[in-house]
């Protein structure tokens, strides 16, 4: 596709349920990123994909949170047994080299009730 | 890590009025990019420039990395062009994460 995309577009869970939420990068692009914007602020750095390989995983807020790139193209994001403090917006970004720009999708807005 | 501050945090303007967006950050920066999140959410890419000095239409960005900041301009604003302009860093010990500012809203009013 002509750019980022990402699904589901907005998401509803109760608190406790498992969530999974997929990002499809440009054509090509080596580098994967997930990112987590909470209300009102910028952007926050979950996790780096090169290819299939996870390389900083530094920013997943707690062990519920996992991501995967298996065959180095579509990933997904998994957040298991929900907190109300999950809700944000999800964002995923691809760049087609290391350190190259960042192109992003329109996110995932999740909300935890 | 590598802080990013950017400021004014709010901006208000009339149609056609000329802006200036300023990002400070505390260290050296192999990429810096700018970015308008419009009232959908979407980061729309407007620069990358970790130097140096670039333009797109009504739009220009200046970073100067060696004092550590990097100016948007935008010049005879649009209502078109409201919304949450980002600047975006990556340098010092940081790997390839992005870290993000804290925005500026701008709203441009007709």
């Known amino acids: 596709g002509a750019g980022v995309s990402q699904s589901p577009r907005y998401k509803v869970a109760k608190r406790g349920q498992d969530v999974a939420l997929r990002c499809d990068p440009i054509s090509g692009h080596v580098s994967l990123f997930w990112y987590q914007q909470a209300l009102g602020q910028g952007p926050e750095f979950l996790t780096y994909f090169q290819n299939e390989a996870q390389l900083d995983k530094s920013g997943l807020p707690s062990d519920r949170f996992f991501a995967e790139r298996p065959e180095g193209s579509v990933s997904t994001l998994k957040i298991q047994r929900t907190q109300q403090e999950d809700s944000a917006v999800y964002l995923c970004?691809?760049?087609?080299?290391?350190?190259?720009?960042?192109?992003f999708g329109p996110g995932t807005r999740l909300t935890v009730l | 890590g590598i802080q990013v501050e950017q400021s004014p945090p709010d901006l208000i303007l009339q149609e056609g009025a000329n802006s200036t967006l300023r990002c400070n950050f505390s260290d050296s920066v192999n990429n810096l990019q700018w970015f308008h999140q419009n009232p959908w959410g979407q980061l729309i890419n407007l620069f990358y420039i970790p130097s140096g000095t670039k333009q797109n239409g009504r739009l220009s960005a200046t970073t100067v990395a060696t004092e550590r900041y990097s100016l948007l301009y935008i010049s005879s604003s649009q209502t078109t062009d409201s919304g949450v302009y980002f600047c975006a860093v990556f340098g010092g010990t940081s790997g390839s994460r992005l870290t993000f500012g804290e925005g500026t809203q701008l709203t441009v009013n007709p």
């Open positions: 970004a691809s760049s087609p080299i290391p350190l190259g720009t960042q192109y």
